[in-house]
């Protein structure tokens, strides 16, 4: 009797250890190299999200402190299984890493993202071109017209997909694109009494202090809301903004690296848009349009002030 309670223990005992196997639980954590731009909030931010996801031990390496050591040979003595590039600058020297997995946040989408070696995944700062439509249109119901400034070398890619996408859901995009940021404001006069709303996106041609402020005063003539991607640009005077939040980023980002590592039937590389994403509503601007939007939007749209 006694002896098949033990042999009975000892089964049991082999089935948990299996599942504790097969669970992670005796996994052991990969090495993460982080390259991080700076030292900049969003990018400790980006940083303890990736942490609280990735199950990893990481080292980091700014950039800014480091700039006169040779930072790949670094990465190279410290040999790790993966490398986290935060920032674009990071990414651009991470470009030439080809031995091991590079994973990238805090980046924006451009086109050079095509061109990136087959070792390169990661996450990108834009949030979807179909959820910021949803977005609109959920904001906004009567919008047809949609109008852009675009410089194709920035954001060619994200403006195509944009346009695909709100064929579908019946808005017209009316785009102008931009080949220097002096060619904004008489591009932005063109779509006078052709919109319904203009959609400002984080192209670094189009935007700079002095298109912003000749967008939000065609705005204001033109009775024509801005949709926008920073809630920064909300205290200047645009209606709403869809924005990222950096420890989400990261928190992606620290998923791949996850899935990549742990070979859980992926395809490398992968690149996606940001998952979460923050509304915020300046509701003085919308009260001054005249542009009523539901409450159940303003109860869950983030606070301008925070």
């Known amino acids: 009797m006694w002896g098949r309670i033990i042999k009975k223990g000892t089964f049991l005992t082999i089935v948990a250890l299996i599942a504790m196997l097969c669970s992670g639980a005796f996994s052991e954590a990969y090495d993460i190299v982080v390259l991080k731009s700076a030292e900049l909030k969003p990018y400790r931010e980006a940083l303890a999200g990736f942490k609280s996801s990735c199950d990893c031990m990481v080292r980091e390496l700014i950039l800014s402190d480091i700039k006169n050591q040779d930072v790949l040979r670094e990465v190279h003595d410290i040999n790790p299984d993966m490398v986290l590039a935060i920032g674009i600058d990071a990414l651009t020297l991470a470009l030439e890493i080809r031995d091991r997995p590079v994973v990238y946040t805090m980046v924006p989408h451009s086109r050079a993202l095509a061109a990136y070696s087959e070792n390169i995944s990661g996450v990108s700062m834009y949030v979807s071109p179909g959820k910021y439509l949803d977005t609109m249109l959920e904001l906004f119901p009567g919008?047809?017209?949609?109008?852009?400034?675009?410089?194709?070398?920035?954001?060619?890619?994200?403006?195509?997909?944009?346009?695909?996408?709100?064929?579908?859901k019946g808005i017209e995009l009316v785009i102008k694109k931009a080949d220097k940021a002096r060619d904004v404001p008489l591009l932005i006069d063109s779509m006078n009494g052709k919109?319904?709303?203009?959609?400002?996106?984080?192209?670094?041609?189009?935007?700079?202090?002095?298109?912003?402020?000749?967008?939000?005063l065609f705005s204001f003539r033109s009775r024509v809301p801005i949709f926008t991607f920073s809630k920064k640009y909300l205290a200047m005077g645009a209606l709403a903004a869809l924005s990222i939040d950096p420890f989400y980023l990261g928190l992606q980002a620290g998923e791949i690296s996850r899935k990549l590592f742990y070979k859980e039937n992926v395809k490398s590389p992968i690149r996606v848009y940001a998952r979460k994403t923050v509304l915020t509503i300046n509701k003085k601007v919308a009260e001054k349009m005249g542009i009523k939007i539901k409450d159940e939007i303003i109860e869950k749209a983030g606070d301008l002030n925070e």
């Not at 949609?146 to 994200?158: Q, R």
């Not at 400002?200 to 002095?210: A, F, G, K, R, Y």
């Open 143 to 168: 919008v047809k017209r949609v109008g852009l400034v675009y410089d194709p070398e920035h954001t060619g890619m994200f403006v195509t997909e944009a346009l695909k996408i709100a064929r579908a």
């Open 195 to 216: 919109i319904d709303l203009f959609w400002m996106l984080p192209d670094t041609t189009v935007v700079n202090s002095e298109t912003v402020n000749y967008m939000l």
